[in-house]
Nanobody, 115 residues
């Protein structure tokens, strides 16, 4: 059984930074690819960033140049570094991990950008 545990959310002022972490606990399976999604109140869940097993990344236009997804040393942990945060980045952020046994989701972590 795979569990994804997220951390790092919180309240930050516009222009600030946060780093989200997503760790695959209890898993002997190697993470193949991962992504971060977010969902704001009343909105659909949207892709924020993704990284493939060979390190290729892809970002939503709204976060390009501000956010960075990483999977250091191809371990079972993924980060989302978020810089220059805007009020419209406020949402619950979810980690998605792809393993040989299927796709799994984290429980979500709240990010609130407010002055």
């Amino acid at each position: 059984q795979v569990q994804l545990v997220e951390s790092g959310g919180g309240l930050v002022q516009p222009g600030g930074s946060l780093r989200l972490s997503c760790a695959a606990s209890g898993s002997i399976f190697r993470l193949r690819a991962a992504a971060w999604y977010r969902q704001a109140p009343g909105m659909q869940r949207e892709l924020v960033a993704e990284i493939s097993n060979n390190g290729v990344t892809n970002y939503a236009d709204s976060v390009k140049g501000r956010f960075a997804i990483s999977n250091p040393n191809a371990r079972n942990i993924v980060y989302l570094q978020m810089n220059k945060l805007k009020i419209e980045d406020t949402a619950v952020y979810y980690c998605n991990g792809k393993f040989s046994v299927g796709d799994y989701w984290g429980q979500g972590t709240q990010v609130t950008v407010s002055s």
